[in-house]
């Protein structure tokens, strides 16, 4: 799964679950920052060049989230819808 969030840090990991108040868990987290001027839409190369940080378990507040997309699993390159 990967989450935009409002501060425009993208955080990709395997969802665990959910509550009442929107707050998402995330497994095996890492983080990635926006580079400076990228387009808002999630493409790799818009990222920082920089080794994303690794979280492991990760709660993201549901307010702040902008956007989730979920992998598809193929034996392709991944999708995320």
């Known amino acids: ?3 935009r ?3 425009g840090r993208t955080l990709v990991g395997c ?4 509550d009442r108040d929107c707050n998402v ?12 001027g ?8 818009s990222l920082a060049a920089s080794e994303p940080r ?14 989730i997309e979920v992998e598809l699993e193929n034996l392709g390159s991944p999708q995320y819808l």
């Open 38 to 45: 990228a387009p808002d839409a999630w493409v790799p190369h």
């Open 5 to 7: 969030m409002t501060d």
């Open 54 to 67: 690794v979280l492991g378990l990760a709660m993201v507040p549901g307010h702040h989230i902008v956007s």
């Open 25 to 36: 868990i995330l497994g095996s987290a890492q983080e990635f920052l926006k580079a400076s």
């Open 15 to 18: 969802f665990l679950c959910t």
């Open 1 to 3: 799964m990967r989450i």
